[in-house]
């Protein structure tokens, strides 16, 4: 059963810093794009970042840029989320997704173009 669990989500003051983490099982996701969505009350689930398969390249929404960082451990199975300077509009519940194509070049920021998702963490940002 292929399953991907995101742990690392809680409660953070603005400014502070949270570090999500994505554990993938069942298969290996290592040919496959990875992205991080989200989705607050009353909202549309929306693009965070992505990575490609091998880890070279990544892409954010632009209202994270400079504050989150993606990243990838192959070997582990394994997607990490870096989320500094965090903001009260950054409160939502973050979902880690993977890709069904295999080795594409391009790293989609529509969520139908994911196949595999977890079952979301809430991070909540005071102000």
């Known amino acids: 059963q292929v399953r991907l669990v995101e742990s690392g989500g809680g409660l953070v003051q603005a400014g502070g810093s949270l570090r999500l983490s994505c554990q993938a099982s069942?298969?290996?996701?290592?040919?496959?794009?990875m992205g991080w969505f989200r989705q607050a009350p009353g909202k549309e689930r929306e693009f965070v970042a992505g990575i490609r398969w091998g880890g070279g390249t990544t892409s954010y929404a632009d209202s994270v840029k400079g504050r989150f960082t993606i990243s990838r451990d192959n070997a582990e199975n394994t997607v990490s989320l870096q989320m500094n300077s965090l903001k009260p509009e950054d409160t939502a519940v973050y979902y880690c997704?993977?890709?069904?194509?295999?080795?594409?070049?391009?790293?989609?920021?529509?969520?139908?173009?994911?196949?595999?998702w977890g079952q979301g963490t809430q991070v909540t940002v005071s102000s």
């Open positions: 997704a993977a890709d069904s194509s295999i080795l594409n070049s391009r790293i989609y920021s529509s969520p139908g173009r994911y196949e595999y």
């Open positions: 069942g298969r290996t996701f290592s040919s496959n794009n």
